[in-house]
């Protein structure tokens, strides 16, 4: 599932394609888009897209004279930009597309796409909102503004688990993310908000933007000398030689080995208040020892199967409103 960093990516491969040119072609099947350029007809052929970005898990395209666009990928949606060479026919999870002379982005089975005019931070829901980025485009991670959101009376007796995943505390991270730096802090996902230590909120405030941008730049949280290590070590990993289970310390290594202390990668189900994709659970994964989790285990189950889909919350959306 797109958290930041992936939806960054889409946001700068839109931005490269498409910036400075003029729109030949703006169609879009989510309901409220339809009704807009149904409304305004032809209003946005020829105009110029001037600039695409992401804030956390949206992304917003700004269009010249003061349209824009916004999309939610939530769990499935993903953008695609393809030569403008031939026709290219529309399919049934295809929800909008954009095309210049040369070239044509299209948004696949993503439920949230809005197009209108004014300020889209404005006039989108969640988008005023939204808690600092984790890949800020100027400066660095805003520690601040993610502090006086973390530490609200509101959210202290919240877990941190669930906190990382309030867009309004922090925007971006999703459920690889949140595991990633909770493991990289040694923290435990059920460990209030009100009993940080400040050694655990000065970690969360180095761990969140250098998660993110190594995901952003590697597509992985650990570093390329742990990514070796598992592919050297069959032993780490659920099946040798394959990519999958290569690109972080917990996510999704259910039962394997802990790459700080060999004790066993465990999973659970941790309650969250409901989110932007609707959920009001979501798996963490973490280790028992690094973290010092005092929540009861099961006894481990041996090494086995690949757990390609131990997450169930990441199988099947169901809310069509993004946050
Ligand atoms: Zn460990």
Redesign the pocket.
């Known amino acids: 599932m797109p958290e930041g960093p992936e939806v960054r990516k889409h946001a700068a491969a839109i931005h490269k394609a498409l910036a400075g040119k003029p729109i030949e072609v703006f169609t879009a099947r989510t309901k409220g888009a339809r009704l807009w350029l149904q409304e305004h007809p032809n209003i946005l052929i020829g105009k110029r897209v001037e600039q695409v970005y992401s804030h956390g898990k949206h992304l917003i395209g700004i269009l010249q004279d003061g349209f824009y666009f916004h999309s939610h990928l939530m769990m499935w949606g993903r953008w695609q930009v393809l030569p403008n060479t031939e026709p290219i026919p529309v399919d049934r999870r295809e929800r909008a597309r954009i095309a210049t002379a040369d070239v044509i982005a299209i948004l696949f089975s993503a439920p949230v796409f809005e197009v209108g005019q004014g300020n889209p931070v404005e006039q989108v829901e969640y988008l005023g909102s939204l808690g600092p980025d984790i890949l800020p485009y100027h400066g660095s991670f805003d520690t601040e503004a993610f502090l006086n959101r973390l530490l609200k009376s509101e959210n202290q007796q919240r877990t941190v688990g669930a906190a990382l995943l309030d867009q309004q505390i922090v925007a971006g991270i999703g459920n690889y993310l949140r595991a990633e730096i909770l493991f990289d802090c040694r923290l435990d996902p059920w460990k209030r908000v009100s009993d940080l230590e400040q050694s655990a909120i000065d970690c969360l405030c180095r761990s969140i933007p250098l998660m993110a941008q190594r995901a952003y730049i590697t597509s992985a949280t650990v570093p390329d000398d742990l990514r070796t290590r598992m592919k050297g070590d069959d032993s780490l990993v659920y099946r040798p030689g394959r990519e999958y289970g290569t690109r972080h310390y917990v996510f999704r290594r259910t039962n394997l080995p ?1 790459l ?2 060999g ?1 066993i990668v465990r999973q659970l189900r941790q309650v969250t208040r409901e989110d932007e994709e609707g959920e009001r659970t979501r798996i963490i994964y973490f ?1 028992p ?2 973290q010092g989790t005092s929540v009861e285990l099961k006894k481990p189950r041996a090494k086995s199967k690949p757990q390609v889909k131990p997450d169930k919350t990441e199988a099947a959306p169901t809310r069509k409103r993004a946050g």
Do not use: L
């Open positions: 802990c700080h202390c004790d280790c020892t690094c």
